[in-house]
Structure formats: structure tokens, C-alpha cells
């Protein structure tokens, strides 16, 4: 599977398929770390590097991919093309986004039919 965001080939602590950012309605990313090696990491307010599987992280939060240090919002902005839409863009729907457990990711809420 290609990979939306690439990073430097110096960088041999990231893996090729290192994580999945999803944006939220409320402009944050939930990430999932998806490789068993190297790590993911948060920077938490005591200022101590937390490893993570999964979180919602603001899109300035310090993160450590392996030793690899950036935002979401640097990995975002390395996108083809820019950095997605903000989640405010007209949709389907009432333009809400909320999480699905079963499929792991955010999804326009369908809201109620007339």
C-alpha cells in the first residue's frame, strides 16, 4: 500500500508504514501507530515522550516517530498537493464526524432523514 506522506530516506527509525493520522471534526488527529517496531510518541504536558498505539493529538503536539521529531501538522503539510481540507468543508449530511469503532476511523455522521 503507498503511503500519503513521505519523509526522508535518512530517516531509517520511521518505518515505511509507520502510522495512520485521521483529522477530526474538531481539528485534531487521532493517530494509530501500525508497525510492531520502532515507536510512536507524544510529548505529554509534564514534558516526558509517552509511546502510544492510539490517541487524539492536537496538531502541534511534539511527536517522535522512531527518532524522528515533528508535528501533525508538519506531516500533514508534507501531503501531495498540501494539507487536506479543514473538516468544516460542506457535506453530506449535517458535516459532523464521529468515530466507528468497527472500522476504527472517523465517518460523516449520516444524521436523520426527513
Given amino acids: 500500500m503507498a503511503c500519503d506522506i513521505s519523509l526522508p530516506e535518512s530517516e531509517i527509525t520511521v518505518s ?26 507524544v510529548k505529554g ?5 509517552v509511546s ?9 503536539a511534539p511527536l517522535m516517530l522512531g527518532s524522528y521529531r515533528t508535528t501533525a501538522r508538519e506531516l500533514l503539510g ?5 494539507p487536506p481540507p479543514p473538516p468544516s468543508v460542506e457535506v453530506q449530511g449535517d458535516g ?17 432523514r426527513d
Fill in 16 to 41: 515505511r508504514k509507520h502510522l495512520e493520522l485521521t483529522m477530526t471534526a474538531a481539528g485534531r488527529c487521532y493517530i494509530v501507530h501500525v508497525h510492531p517496531q520502532n515507536t510512536t510518541k
Fill in 45 to 49: 504536558r509534564d514534558g516526558e515522550w
Fill in 52 to 60: 502510544i498505539s492510539q490517541d487524539y493529538v492536537e496538531l502541534d
Fill in 78 to 82: 508534507r501531503l501531495s498537493g498540501g
Fill in 96 to 112: 459532523r464526524m464521529e468515530w466507528d469503532p468497527e472500522r476504527g476511523t472517523f465517518m460523516r455522521h449520516r444524521g436523520e
